[in-house]
């Protein structure tokens, strides 16, 4: 059906293509296998929060408690394993994305509910969520040596020994593929879109605007939890104060540059893929190109302005050719 | 299917609507029957959006009750009112601009199969409804860059798939042309013999008297009166709308022989419209006719610097001018009264103040301070003379009615006072008294030496106002007429209605 | 109660309620701890919270014109970082380089208002990506070093209007809220941010100077920014590439708090000093009773919940 | 070769017996500590050692601390405690200089002030007296006799620190490029420095990328304990720890299994709680008179034996512990 979503996502997907081949040529280790496999890592976490993030975006909301979303629930996922090692990876994911599931309940009720706008809702529980994760850790991280291993190896084995690819990367396609259809395919997906285009149009068209709404934030509150059980997964120590703290801004960096529009109501799966797969690029480049650590800030801004500048104008002439 | 056998299908008893202590709409007794055109009539902010919407759902009403086949029931939101088989087509349409043009029509009732939309079905459906509407809009294509006149058809064709028996249309035609009206008419009438009450809202006596059987005038906010259409007169009728008789129907006596003040040579903005010439000279109103797509308002919002044309030239005083943004062509004493109300002309949270006075800040301000005292006795004064029903000045546009917001708008550019005025369905959703007073206006304006550019979508007022008639089809002009010249026939032809459905 | 007024309160529901929390907010923290009511303490902790007043305030008028500036404290460090490099590397004089913090700071502001004016970019995205790049050169300049600035500029905080505790950097804050109230509900600018927020399209239709007036915003809005430079500078005595790292949400958050929408168009002065001041007396009473930081935080996050609770409940009971 | 562990917390050396503070008009001394910030488990180690001392002298002590390590975060928890009467403020810096002003507000008004863990490097006048952990001067050379030990003194290594400002890091980065001109470690080679932010992603991200630009790569050196956990895992996940040596600072805690599964043969740390424990002691005497924090000056800290103020009266806390899969049991923090 939609041949013209697709072509949103052209020139961003140019844009990487290009910054792959200038990155190869300065270092071409860049594209070993070994290094594919650094940027497959980066992703899982940043794709997963941020496909939620996009359900929110798409009614005209805003998540950004993502991060303390994703630290509590992966907070309390790490000290439930740590005190009930017995308990299998698989069953405590699902523990994961219900905790998460919980948390962005709360702010689904907070703005679908009671009518709180979402960005001072979610800047409440931004801090609010935070402070849990302290309280409920009693300010304590939860050690490596305090975890399955089973839990690491989800961030270092693929399936039928194909380390290449783990399993955590096929979490967060598996993930993508399933949003996808969902958007494209549900009448819910379909009522996110009509909602951002038009609330209240939405709403006297017949559509269940709260119940939706709501929906989505749980939704990103689900893709925060089961990052929080990906991180533990990844890095192993699981601290309260650092455990996705900040990780909001770089999730709606992907998002937005995605081409989701802040004004609700547009964007696609493909393109939140390929904004977490440009800042995946960049982050790495960054550290296989030998780059003063110094000039890293400035150089990452400034390829991202790039990256949005060529994406507008590519955009422009697209759009221009295609009226005439 | 049931019998057009004039049965009450709804009835409303005493429904009053109060917004805070303002009562807008009191006790209100209306019947729709199966079979009938009902129209609601009444000056701007006489209650009948309010009326339509309560039955609707979208409002709740603060007295009163609602029976439906004689059962009392209560309508809380729009979608039980479709389940008791109510559909409204509102006066401002909605729409979901990333959705399709298909799923806008079925939003919040998409065909689904095995848990997914079922999208070959849903095509399938919008294809035929469309058709059956008479419009050409591509249902895969997203809403976004449809027309007002497009977005409403998206409407109509969602309420007519609700297979409701009771639908009431809130100012449909206000931005139809007169083709698109006639075939709207076709509709109407078919679904009348279908056995479906219809409520009609609009201010066009013809289309009442071409359409309607039954008509009920509200003033103030209380029903004064109910017709049968067969058994009274348009006098009758604006005599129950205003209370009092009726002013004279504006007609153009000077014919301008002055310079051309505007001139537009070669203009093309491929795809939209190509190689137009036309002037307007000092005291003139020329109208622009053509068809819903025509070019229209584009080339009035190039003429204002909102787009650039490819290639041609604009003089302003036989001078050529360079206009790259709406500021330029204030500068030369340029105004526009945008097509689109919500979303070009209104600032809906502001005051009646902030909106009136929003285009002539720079003169009714001091060194970048602003003068309210000055903004305040505008206000007051543009709102005594274009007559808008509200409770002060200090209210927020969005507590008015659809047409009164119109009015304000109408009133942000005249307080510009400007000496070349492009109009866009500048009367879209104004009562016959208001009409004829903005009439009577434009006219005046003219007088003074304002050159007008006309477009509208009521081929009377445009015969009636211009002194001369451009038609254009497809991005092109294809005639001109003289003031003598323009008969509606004529005008219809020349814009390329091919159906038989015309207007009188 | 007359008509008039309830109409009034009811426009401003978020102003009054934030407010009523301020009132609360500062009987509590006096009555459960009686550290609190200290003058010479609370002037002197308040000289903490300047920057982030003064930042509200221009954050105002730009989330009241629809957009954001996620950049205001990447500027404010970098503008010390180019100050302390011209003063260090360059020998010039800091009292000759006052005069620049705000006119650096306002030409970093204009890039963002190009790309946003011009480019037609959303802010949000534009100002994530100068974040990064105004930190970075920032950084490039003064990489790990601090710089420290000459003793006459330090301590502009201890400066006091005679036998009072007004210090210079608040008498700053109150001239800087009356001219940002006056700017925003008196001026024609103010009047066009405001417009530009409602409907940005029905304001390009007006005849309002979109771009313009959205350039000269984040101008304004980075110039600010300069001058809250200046002020950490002297408050601190060093410059820094990490100063004032993530205060831009703090600053947000007091706007978003004061009533202002995020979608813009509504919003008012006095509700985001208010709030910032609410903010600042929340956390200054918990400070001085030894609250956690954690507990803070979430205090914090439990306010702005309150605040807009409270405003809902009022609403509906009327 | 740095010592094995000579103290285990809380036990082993003798002490010459603590004499409870005799309090002035029956207050105690109030001491509090504020670290980087909350929820760090290095300095929870160093608030148990303050919180033993703190039973044993006795005095009233508390921790406060921001929730991130801004480094003008700490200004408003000084001015606080001021406020609410503390005596002595022990605070680990995150910035040398930013606080210089309210430490001269602090003093001005009587309160003792400690830099611990890491000094106010340049700005020691602003401060009383400093207890760090170990003899940063010799941290370096430490810890590249501990990598090249275990890299047989020969091949590429390369170094992932913390922040490009860490005073700490650099003065041990610069001790390590000195130590590395002795002709012993002649065939190994400093490949690069690269800088985790101790942040877990930068910090994994970074590891990855020494190890795509060095394909012969032989040690990573994280002196940062987020750095060292960080490329353990990186190391571990490719699958990589038969070639490549990770070690660094960090502590028992983290490492454990990394030490246990011999991904990593061995790191290093001293002791926090055996700093924390320390400076309770030098804050009290300072706080009483009794001590002047002066070259040359020396003090019983408690069970912990006698300690000396040395140059810039700065306190070593004690040498470093090596931590390896036999003996990281012993550790608990
Ligand atoms: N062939 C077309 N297919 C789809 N959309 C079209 C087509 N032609 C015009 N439009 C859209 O219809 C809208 C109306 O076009 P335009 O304003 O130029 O015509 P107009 O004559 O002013 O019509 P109106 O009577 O609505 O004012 C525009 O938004 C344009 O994008
Ligand atoms: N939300 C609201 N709050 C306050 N007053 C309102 C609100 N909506 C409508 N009104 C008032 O109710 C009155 C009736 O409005 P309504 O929209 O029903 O008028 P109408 O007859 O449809 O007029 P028009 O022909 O202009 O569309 C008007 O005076 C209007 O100002
Ligand atoms: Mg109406
Ligand atoms: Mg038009």
Redesign the pocket.
Known sequence: MNGFRWRRETPLAGILLLLVVAVSIAQPRFLSPENLRSILLWLPLLVIVALGEMTVILTRGIDVSVGSMLGLSGMMTAMLLRDHPEIPVPVAALFAMAAGGGLGAINGGLVAGVGIPPIVATLATLGIYRGATFLVSGGKQVDDYQLPRALAGWSSDGPFGADIVPYVVWIALLAAVAMQRFLTDSRTGRDWYAIGGDPDGAADRGVAVRPRVFLAYVFSGVGSGLAGLLYASRFGTVNPASIGNGFELLVISATVIGGVSIFGGSGTVAGVLLGSLLLGTISVALAVLNIAETWQSAVYGAVLLAALLADDAMRRRLEREERG | MSKPDGSVLLRTIGLSKAFGSVTVLENADVELRAGEIHAFLGENGAGKSTLAKLIGGIHRPTAGRIERDGRPVTIRNPREAASLGIGLIPQEPRTFPDLSAAENIFVGRLPMRGGRVDWKTLYGRAEELLRTLGVE?DPRRPAR??????RQMLELAGALSLDARILLLDETTA?L?PGEVGRLGEILRRLRSEGKALVFIGHRMEEIFDLCDRATVLRDGRIVGERRVRETTPDELLRLMVGRAMGEAVTRKKVADGPPILEVVGWSQPP??RDISFSIRKGEIVGLA?????????I?CALFGLSRPTSGEVRIDGRPVEIRSPEDAMRHGMALVP?DRQRQGAFLPLSLRENVTLSSLPRLSGRGWLREDDARSRTTEWVRRLGVRCREIEQPLRQLSGGNQQKIVLAKWLETGPRILLL??PTRGIDVNAKTEVHRWIAELADQGVATLL?S?DLPEVLALSDRVLV?RAGRLVREFAAGEATPEAVIAAAGVTTEATVR | MGERWRRASARYLPELTVTGLLAVALLLSGWREPRFWDAAYLFDRSTLHMETGLLTLTMTLVILAGQIDLSVTSILALVGALLATLHVRFGVPMTVLLPFGPIFGGLLGSVNGYLVARRGLPSLVVTLATMALFRGIAQILLGDRSVMMPPEMVGIERVTLPKSYLHAPLLLLIVATVAAYLLLHRTVFGRYVTVIGVNPEAARYSGVPVARTMIRLFVLSGAMAGLCSLLLLSRLGVARYDHARGWELDVITAVVLGGTSIFGGRGTIYGSIAAFLLIAIVQTGMGVAGVKAEIQVTAIGFLLLLAIFLAKVTERGR | KPDEPTSTPGASVPSAGASPVATEAGKKIRVVYIPKNTGNPYFDGVVSGFEEAARELPIEFSTTAPAQPDPTGQISFIKDEIQRGANVLCITPNSPDALNSVLDDARAKGVKVLAVDADFEKNESHRDGAILPTDFDTLGANQIELIGSLMNYSGKFAILSATTDAPNQNHWIAGMKEALKDPKYAKMTLVGVVYGDDRDQKSVTEAEGLLTKHPDLRGILAPTSVGVAAAAKVVESRKVADRVVVTGLGTPNTMRRYLKDGIVPAVALWSPPDMGYIAAYAAVGLAKGELKAEEGVKFQAGKRGERAFGKNGVVIAGPPLVFRKDNVDEYRF
């Open positions: 809009i860059g449809l027309s007002v006149a497009d931005s042309t939209r419209f053509g068809l819903v797509g025509a070019g229209r308002t584009e009035a097509e866009d369905e477009i979508s254009l």
